[in-house]
């Protein structure tokens, strides 16, 4: 199985993802709206293709074996859950049917962890569990949350992995996405932190669970890909400590958050994109935090410590000039 078609692969863990499987020696067919961001490795076994997911591409998936998802719409700014369902439920459910159509073999969907249920540090969060506030009342994760729901309720020959993954950090995060969260670190006198926490995982750890994920026994199942559960404080200090800094750490009060989401609910009303909403606010001041240990049992996901992630972050960040 070595012919591989991905969406996704100018992001973060599309890069990370397509470099290793180019190095593995398969053959990668992406689509990609603008290929020219695409900042990983070039081998002729890639095949980059400038095309949208509405477009008509089923002449690239002849001789595929597995069709990776990755693509998704994750801005936090736009007003209308429509939005949000054309490319994380309707294109996805286009490329599933295709899968399908060209007799595709495994059909591995990169989801989010936010449509499983968080705990706490003495009870995390697992698959079993269903989506809470505030999480459920995210367009991004409601959008996921149907797609996964459809994949996972129609029985076809085409073997279906869900991969759920938390809060990533490592490097070739061009754009940046979840790399803000380093830059907002870096080089500062004072860090503000607001009082929640998550789980964090590398990358490459995910990479690794995607490449385990293509020998799954079960024919439709879904994995939490879950790292270390962090306080935002801790987290920060964790980065200060892996980048000897002295940064001075500053608590957000809740009642401050939660009012700058009230605010942010107002301009949404009048149509002003933010990303400064309440729901937004309410992720922020809880702890989300998740179990990994079925992905380590089922699929022998080899879970790498955080701060290797963060290195490589920061080197990346540095050698970009972006720090």
Known sequence: ??????????????????????????????????????????TNQLNLVSMHLEDDYDFYLNKIDIVIHIAAETRTNLLTYAAYEKVNYEATIRLFEKSIKHNILKFVFISTANTIGYGN??????????????????????????????????????????????FM??????????????????????????????????????????????????????????????????????????????????????ILLLSLGVFGNFLRFCKIKTSLHLVNMKTLCIKNYYSNHKSINDLNVQYSPLDNAITESVNYFRERQMI
């Open 121 to 166: 540090l003495e009870f995390l969060g697992t698959e079993t569990q269903k989506i809470k506030e505030p999480f459920d009342k995210l367009y991004y994760a409601q959008s996921k949350l149907k797609a996964e729901e459809y994949l996972l309720s129609h029985q076809t020959k085409i073997g279906v992995t869900i991969l759920n993954p938390t």
């Open 169 to 254: 950090i490592g490097p070739y995060d061009s754009k940046p996405s979840s790399g803000k969260i380093i830059l907002m670190g870096m080089n500062k006198r004072w860090v503000f932190y607001p009082p929640g926490g998550k789980n964090f995982v590398a990358v490459n750890d995910v990479v690794d669970a995607i490449f385990k994920s293509f020998n799954a026994k079960s024919k439709r199942e879904k994995y939490l890909i879950a790292g270390e559960n962090l306080s935002y404080k801790a987290f920060f200090k964790k980065l200060n400590h892996n980048t000897k800094q002295r940064t001075v750490l500053i608590p957000i009060p809740k």
């Open 1 to 42: 199985m070595k012919n591989i078609f991905m969406t996704g692969i100018t992001g973060l863990l599309g890069t990370n993802l397509a470099n290793k499987l180019l190095e593995q020696g398969y053959h990668v067919t992406a689509l990609a709206r603008n290929p020219e961001k695409y900042t990983g490795k070039y």
